[in-house]
T-cell receptor, first 112, second 114 residues
């Protein structure tokens, strides 16, 4: 059973609007969460992270929100740009180890 | 050269061939990882090496054999693979022991087994 799930395989957004990508997890031991972005023919690139002691982390146009009680995190991109079109993976780890568990990814398409 | 590099970027091999994938990290990290990404599936962790010692083997078939001669290099030796092993193989590195432990990925090797 997948411990990290991204239930939307794809998302289409107009340029300039907000993109919201969602991720759910089941393992309550997870306390560190990351978002990666992946372009075709490239490896995933680290985007932003959040630890469980926070509920929000912001970096420029990217903000990650964590709702521990719901075991849910989301990535907000605002304003969305065509260059943001990529596959976004959320990942989680427990502080006791260095293994990441990944979600299946969401393909974001930002239309000009 | 910076970051994490992988060679070759593309590999086509028959089921009886033996080949090796190479990964090199230039980030001063001490942990390295092999992941497999199949179509429409999440990234699957295969192996973890911390300070050159294998600390995780995620039930990977023996036709995949990792080697980590030092903290900067990681190999994945392949032999008698099956067509279902065709996938993108990604290498990553991180600083084990630090928290948060962010992994940085190479570009991957696209493997096709005929």
């Amino acid at each position: 059973d997948q411990q990290v799930k991204q239930n939307s395989p794809s998302l289409s957004v107009q340029e300039g609007r907000i993109s919201i990508l969602n991720c759910d997890y089941t393992n309550s031991m997870f306390d560190y969460f990351l978002w990666y972005k992946k372009y075709p023919a490239e490896g995933p690139t680290f985007l932003i992270s959040i630890s469980s002691i926070k509920d929000k982390n912001e970096d420029g146009r990217f903000t990650v929100f964590l709702n521990k009680s719901a075991k849910h995190l989301s990535l907000h991109i605002v304003p969305s740009q065509p260059g943001d079109s990529a596959v976004y993976f959320c990942a989680a780890s427990a502080s006791a180890g260095n293994m990441l568990t990944f979600g299946g990814g969401t393909r974001l398409m930002v239309k000009p | 050269e910076t970051g994490v590099t992988q060679t070759p970027r593309h590999l086509v091999m028959g089921m009886t061939n033996k080949k090796s994938l190479k990964c090199e990290q230039h980030l001063g990290h001490n942990a390295m990882y092999w992941y497999k990404q199949s179509a429409k599936k999440p990234l699957e962790l295969m192996f973890v090496y911390n300070f050159k010692e294998q600390t995780e083997n995620n039930s990977v078939p023996s036709r995949f054999s990792p080697e980590c001669p030092n903290s900067s290099h990681l190999f994945l030796h392949l032999h008698t693979l099956q067509p279902e092993d065709s996938a993108l193989y990604l290498c990553a590195s991180s600083s084990e022991g630090s928290f948060p432990d962010t992994q940085y990925f190479g570009p991957g090797t696209r493997l096709t087994v005929l």
